[in-house]
């Protein structure tokens, strides 16, 4: 059975490429020999749901993952996507047999619960566990291994130089860790996702990669050393089919936009009373402390418990996504199915009414599947509009005149070796599951 190798550099856009193999000199010009393509995910802007395309090979309507969580069965009760709540298996990660391992280093949605798995955390798991199996805290990496310096992205700009050189030290504890079990593990797929360049483009700007004036760019100069030679290391391996990919990018932030503000102001929905939702907010905090789930944090910094679900036919509880408020969906729906239809398309064309007022570029995206009688997580329709931030709290700044650096963009790359490759120019996420299949 043939080993696949693949890197992912989430964060970089393909006109970055040629920054990036300049800081790696050795295993850059390995990468250059690859074919390349760009990848466009649509309107996934979330790293979780753009790779449930990958992992699974179908698209969002069809695995059920358009972002971080979905609602259960409740818009005001959200859960976190893993693996095992995909409509599609991960199947080509299903092929470790005894003695064959799958290598699974940073990989939003895939768990740590299979045998034939090392796992190191992504964190975005309700889960204390960081490394599985657990034997490994023994070998000199891993027992500081952490998935990220920071619990969210509030506490890192808080302080982003700070945190941005926290960022470097603990992507560079993930390459020793990458580098051990290459050596050491008998695996048949690797892979392997370095989150540092989606961080530093969030608390320092764009083009990091061509910054040699930014005051962290010598840290940063030898962590790309060390992944030059660990890089060159493995690509050099004979019979290794290997990928390399970014799953999205960054632009500048041009604006901010608050979808259920918008739904509110067009009487779709209604935010219950402050104090109830403060008291419920208390509650998830309470079974946060007594789990002592580490990102728990993410779960509770949400809309959970914000909606007047009696007054509400449609929402965003995950950015970007929209839900109509189905009795047939939710245990406390509103919206009849004689009604649904007639919604939907209100819904539907008022926000791309009033987005189109003051974005240019404005993409719904509808599922297909939305009326099908085996649902999933997925949402009724998504919305994305270039260089727009997506909020969705009651009171979340999203009327400040303060804009982000950057936000995420669905756009790509990947460079592989993989011999059944079409050298197509352009690719999609589900399209990467075939190159190694």
Known sequence: MSRNFILSVDGLSPTEIGNLTRLLPKSGSLL????????????????????????????????????????????????????????????????????????????????????????????????????????????????????????????????????????????????????????????????????????????????????????????????????????????????????????????????KANINTLLKDGHFLRWLPATQAVNAGGRQEAVSAITKAPLAKHANVSMEACIDLKSTVAASPVSGCIWINRAERFKDGIVSDADYEIVYADVRDYLWTVLSRRFASVIIEENPRRTAKERNLSPDFMVWVEGVEFHNLPCDGSQSAHLPRTTHNPSGFVLTNCTNYKSEYKMTPTQVAGLIN
């Not at 699974?104 to 798991?125: E, F, Y």
């Open 32 to 255: 250059e020999s690859g074919l390349f393509a760009k990848l466009d995910s649509g309107v996934l802007t979330s790293a979780t749901a753009i790779w449930a395309e990958i992992l699974t090979g179908k698209p969002w309507h069809h695995n059920g993952c358009a972002g971080y969580s979905a609602p259960n069965d409740s818009l005001n009760n959200l859960k976190v996507i893993n693996e095992d709540e995909l409509s599609d298996p991960t199947s080509w990660l299903l092929r470790g047999s005894e003695g064959e391992l799958d290598v699974l280093i940073n990989i939003p949605l895939v768990q740590p619960n299979k045998s034939t798995r090392i796992w190191l955390a992504d964190g975005s798991l309700p889960t204390n566990l960081r490394v599985v199996p657990r034997s490994l805290f023994e070998a000199g990496p891993f027992r500081d291994y952490e998935p990220r310096p920071y619990a969210d992205y509030a506490t890192a700009f808080s302080s982003p130089s700070k945190n941005s050189s926290a960022s470097i030290a603990s992507e560079m504890k993930r390459i020793d860790c990458a580098v051990q079990l290459h050596r050491t593990a008998a695996w048949s797929q690797f892979i392997w996702r370095i989150t540092l360049f989606d961080q530093l483009a969030h608390l320092a700007g764009l083009d990091i990669l061509s910054a040699p004036d930014l005051s962290l760019f010598d840290e940063l100069k030898l962590l790309m050393d060390h992944l030059d030679i660990a890089l060159y290391e493995m690509l050099s391996e004979p019979g290794i089919n290997w990928i390399v990919l970014s799953a999205f990018s960054h632009v500048p932030c041009g604006g």
